[in-house]
């Protein structure tokens, strides 16, 4: 369990309850100003998510696991946003998938230099069903979701949903200490992968990931609320 929260911390959420779209509340940049008080045990840091910016195959729906996709221009100008967003922030650790998609997202965001690729951020190997709409795998096949029924083998041999977490706990267990030590880290991936991320951070079933949404470039923030973990921030905009 982590130690107890200090009152704040120079890398916190400045408010608890913030407007649904006001940054300002979100992003606070470090002090370089010491303390004058007794030193206290560190505040939890924050495991910060930013899901890659648009691409061809997100703005049609298609499945896109594998096929390693680049940023369209306006893909590349969210990035740009979140970016602008998050200056100023600082990050113990800097993990990114190793999807083109994700790894340009973590260069135009301004932290290409610090990331390290991670293949359990890589997103859902979804086997037959890659390159495919929701509509035509119900087309094809009757009642699906991805969450419950997975996917079957093609080129690639798809994934369950236990297979995804699995993979989804092992990035947490990389970064928890920092966590725990005060520290933020980033995480620059894919949409079905953060979202049993998120599941996972909370200590829901490999299903859980189905109750959120997460739009490309979009930023999210998980962390403790008095020692338990709660999503701080989802599926956030920037300013363009």
């Not at 061809?56 to 298609?62: C, E, I, R, V, Y």
């Not at 190997?125 to 991805?146: C, M």
Request: glycine share 10%; proline share 9%.
């Amino acid at each position: 369990m982590p130690a107890p929260p200090r009152s704040r911390g120079p890398s916190s959420m400045c408010h608890p309850h913030p407007g649904p779209h006001d940054l300002r509340y979100r992003w606070t940049v470090p002090s370089d100003s010491a303390s004058t008080t007794e030193p206290t045990p560190p505040k939890p840091g924050q495991i910060v998510l930013v899901r890659h910016g648009e691409t061809a195959w997100s703005l049609t729906g298609q499945h896109t696991g594998t096929t390693d996709l680049p940023l369209t221009a306006n893909g590349e100008e969210q990035a740009r946003s979140v970016g602008r967003a998050l200056e100023g922030r600082r990050f113990s650790q800097v993990i990114t998938s190793p999807r083109i998609r994700a790894r340009r997202t973590a260069e135009l965001i301004g932290y290409g230099d610090q990331a390290v690729v991670d293949p359990n951020l890589a997103e859902w190997d979804y086997g037959a069903y890659e390159g495919l709409t929701s509509a035509e795998i119900v087309a094809e096949r009757g009642p699906w979701n991805l969450w419950r029924d997975g996917v079957p083998a093609g080129a690639t041999p798809g994934e369950n949903n236990a297979e995804v977490q699995a993979r989804a706990l092992k990035v947490l267990a990389r970064v928890r200490a920092d966590v725990h030590a005060g520290s933020d880290v980033l995480l620059v991936a894919h949409g079905h992968i953060l979202r049993a991320l998120a599941a996972a951070w909370l200590e829901l079933p490999p299903t859980g990931g189905q109750i959120f949404s997460l739009a490309t470039s979009t930023m999210s923030a998980l962390g403790y609320e008095h020692d338990a973990p709660v999503i701080l921030l989802w599926n956030a905009p920037a300013a363009s």
